[in-house]
């Protein structure tokens, strides 16, 4: 066997099985039906982490650190919260909608008060938060539950789903790099996966 073929051989073996390329983003009614199945299963906790997902639009590292005290200091919930990324140290805004306000009091009044302020705590790990190896673990679970392929998905189709539709509705990219807590505008553009089509059509909607 000659060296490419080797070379190819050994490629078809380590991605055999797997969906190669960034995830998509959840349509809106994707959300609906996983907000839908978790209400009906009860599952209270794993519903604030979803809507909060979505609302917040973090890395899963810094999903997971989210504290009590950053969406509710004092026990009162904000409509607005700021978190400094792990990756870029740069603080990144985010709203915290009425769907997600209504789970996250229901999530709050279920977990009752603890020694540690993680806002997901880890249910194996007394005085740590949940791991981003379980968040992850848990998309698929969602996914599985309103019959999407789970591999196809993962936690950063969290972090896209509402960038991904401001961009579609507004093509406001800046905003959408603000939202994410991107440093350069650059890495918005490869993350939303615009193409140059994208460009063309926003700029045929300007007349001069």
Known sequence: MVQGDLFRSSARRWNS???????????PKHVWAIRQQLKAAGRTRDLALFD???????????????????????????????????KTGRPVPFEITDATREALEA?????????????FPSRSRPG????????ARLVHRW??????EPRAYGTHSLRRTKVALLYKK????????????????????????????DALALSEQVEL
């Open 17 to 27: 099985g797997r969906i190669i390329g960034a995830k998509p983003p959840f349509k």
């Open 52 to 86: 909060c997902g979505i609302d917040a639009k973090l890395r899963g590292c810094d999903l997971v650190r989210l504290r009590v005290s950053d969406v509710a200091p004092g026990g009162s919930l904000r409509q607005r919260a700021t978190v400094i990324q792990q």
């Open 107 to 119: 999530w709050l009044k279920r977990r009752g008060r603890r020694g540690d302020d993680w806002l």
């Open 128 to 135: 740590d938060h949940i791991s981003t190896r379980q968040y």
């Open 143 to 148: 996914v599985a539950m309103i019959d999407l």
């Open 170 to 197: 507004t093509g406001n990219i800046r905003a959408c790099q603000l939202l994410l807590g991107h440093r350069k505008l650059e890495s918005t553009v490869r993350y939303l996966g615009i193409e140059v089509d």
